[in-house]
């Protein structure tokens, strides 16, 4: 079965460069949720996207935007990196129901792991 | 305010073992979700499991098992006969239906090693 995909996979910036990581969700699924996972930590909500539009944000930091496009992919655009935004980068999508919201089981991506140096 | 708690960072177990990680949750809603995700060292969320809040039943798939008991606000979760690729982090997580707010809160996690 088709899953999340997000790509790059793997990123090396320098500190105050800038990163767009892109989300592919499941086909058919219309809302994205973007999840950051410090080391060692668990992972933590940043912002999410239902039918293209904001639905919710978390403690996302002003230096990170995202969207989500019209074939539902979403990315997700991290500028003046700063040492500590190293971290796994995880896109979950779940799947709406003929246009009516509900909450329903999160499919995360394999993450897109940034360093910043 | 909610929140999930692990309290065990860390269990050790032999193989063929049981072991039951432990999940105590904090919510004010009657109605939200409860997740049970493992995460093996090559760092991919796996999903396990998904519970509502008005489905109290316990749930066996294969070696693994849930206990949801809402009086408690527990979410237990066993492997029974551990084997070694079961060695990961294993978080509980919560997600609140309200405001079509659902973002998932995990617990910190339990990182589980199976020793051969």
């Known amino acids: 079965a088709a899953g999340v995909i997000q790509s790059p996979r793997h990123l090396i910036k320098e500190k105050r460069e800038t990163a767009t990581l892109k989300c592919y969700p499941i086909?058919?699924?219309?809302?994205v949720y973007w999840y950051q996972q410090g080391p060692g930590q668990d992972p933590q909500f940043l912002i999410s996207?239902?039918?293209?539009?904001?639905?919710d944000k978390g403690s996302i930091p002003d230096r990170f935007s995202a969207q989500q496009f019209s074939d539902y992919h979403s990315e997700l655009n991290m500028s003046s990196l700063e040492l500590g935004d190293s971290a796994l980068y995880f896109c979950?999508?779940?799947?709406?129901?003929?246009?009516?919201?509900?909450?329903?089981?999160?499919?995360f991506g394999p993450g897109t792991r940034l360093t910043v140096l | 305010a909610q929140k999930v708690t692990q309290a065990q960072t860390e269990i050790s177990v032999v193989e063929k073992e049981d072991v039951t990680l432990d999940c105590v949750y904090e919510t004010r809603d009657t109605t939200y979700y409860l997740f049970w995700y493992k995460q093996p060292p090559s760092g991919e969320l796996v999903f396990l499991i998904r519970?509502?809040?008005?489905?109290?039943q316990n749930e066996i798939s294969g070696r693994y098992s849930w206990n949801f008991q809402k009086s408690t606000s527990s979410f237990n979760f066993t492997i029974t006969a551990s084997q070694v690729v079961d060695s990961a982090v294993y978080f509980c997580a919560l997600s609140e239906v309200k405001n079509r707010d659902d973002k998932i809160i995990f617990g910190k996690g339990t990182r589980l090693h199976i020793l051969p």
């Open positions: 996207f239902y039918e293209k539009m904001q639905s």
């Open positions: 519970r509502n809040s008005f489905d109290e």
């Open positions: 086909p058919r699924h219309d809302t």
């Open positions: 979950a999508s779940s799947p709406g129901l003929a246009g009516v919201r509900r909450t329903d089981t999160q499919y």
